[in-house]
């Protein structure tokens, strides 16, 4: 409700304590679904030396312009 209420363009979460298997694991259903029919793109950041230490989550409005998704709304990282 909160990105509806303020149709907010970017959205940040510190400390998530996420793991790489919570993000993509179908049954939890975080990656490719949480906030992607908000048209949201999500960005995750898990800790690796620190399992369920710190991690971050990033939610970005899907523009029309913007290109750098996969077929499910994700974010890719691009290197330029």
């Known amino acids: 409700d909160l ?8 959205i940040c979460l510190q400390e ?7 993000v993509d694991d179908p049954k939890l259903k975080i ?5 992607n029919d908000e048209g949201y793109i999500s ?4 800790a690796t030396a620190k ?3 710190s991690g971050t ?4 409005k899907n523009r029309n312009d913007f ?6 709304g994700n974010g ?4 330029k």
């Open 67 to 72: 290109q750098n998704t996969d077929s499910k």
């Open 76 to 79: 890719k990282e691009t290197k």
């Open 16 to 22: 998530t304590k996420l793991q790489d298997i919570h």
């Open 31 to 35: 990656n490719g679904h949480l906030l």
């Open 3 to 10: 990105a509806k209420t303020y149709d907010l363009d970017v």
């Open 51 to 53: 399992k369920g230490y």
């Open 43 to 46: 960005y995750y950041n898990c």
């Open 57 to 60: 989550a990033v939610f970005i």
